[in-house]
């Protein structure tokens, strides 16, 4: 069985810019969770989609958005890139919200 | 919210000791708290969860408390190897039920051969 796949592995972008990740979870899960974890700190909650909705999202800006499309693969966007959203995006994937969280291998983000 | 604290953030024992890693979390609500394991570079993987009905849980080496009390929990692991290397997050449920995860901010194990 496929674990959850992230693209792409690295991404480096110029301040201002926007960005684009993707993830698919594993077969038969329909939620998805997006994390950020910064240099040296743990993952802070960003996103949490769900049948195709937005259900839940943490304590960021507006400028960090996504969706989750039909096959419950998703995106994130992160528009008017800063400095300080240098991090490792990881996605994790659920079968429903109690079960076990399985995560990707992340999309390592660099703003230059 | 939810809150979660995790001490230390740096741990070295030798090989073949015992490693324990600490978590507190501020609201009762939380019902499940798995620890994640973290290699250098590859992503975070589930080595070990217990749910608010268990007060102990092993898995061979590793071994997980809890205590609803005073709202810790604890991550054991006995006879370390080098390959135990790596970074270790504890995290607690949201109690609101989304699924979420609340993490602590990581525990650096080094086991010196």
């Known amino acids: 069985e496929a674990g959850v796949t992230q693209s792409p592995t690295h991404l480096i972008k110029t301040r201002g810019q926007q960005a684009t990740l993707r993830c698919s979870p594993i077969?038969?899960?329909?939620?998805v969770y997006w994390y950020q974890q910064a240099l040296g700190l743990g993952l802070q909650f960003l996103l949490w989609?769900?049948?195709?909705?937005?259900?839940n999202r943490g304590n960021f800006p507006p400028r960090f958005s996504g969706r989750q499309f039909p096959n419950y693969s998703s995106e994130l966007n992160v528009n008017a890139l800063e400095l300080e959203d240098s991090a490792l995006y990881l996605c994790?994937?659920?079968?429903?919200?109690?079960?076990?969280?399985?995560f990707g291998q992340g999309t390592r983000l660099t703003v230059v | 919210g939810e809150n979660v604290e995790q001490h230390p953030s740096t741990l070295s024992v030798q090989e073949g000791d015992s490693a324990v890693i600490k978590c507190t979390y501020s609201?009762?609500?939380?019902?499940?708290f798995p620890w994640y394991k973290q290699e250098l570079g590859k992503r975070p993987q589930l080595i070990i969860d217990?749910?608010?009905?268990?007060g102990e849980k092993k898995d061979q080496r590793i071994a997980v408390t809890l205590n609803k009390t005073a709202k810790h929990f604890s991550l054991h692991i006995t006879e370390t190897q080098p390959e135990d290397s790596a970074v270790y997050f504890c995290a607690a449920s949201d109690p609101g039920n989304t699924g979420k995860l609340i993490f602590g901010q990581g525990t650096t194990l080094q086991v010196k051969p």
């Open positions: 994790a994937s659920k079968w429903d919200r109690r079960t076990e969280a399985f």
């Open positions: 077969s038969g899960h329909t939620s």
């Open positions: 989609y769900d049948e195709g909705e937005e259900r």
């Open positions: 609201d009762s609500a939380s019902n499940y």
């Open positions: 217990i749910r608010s009905n268990v």
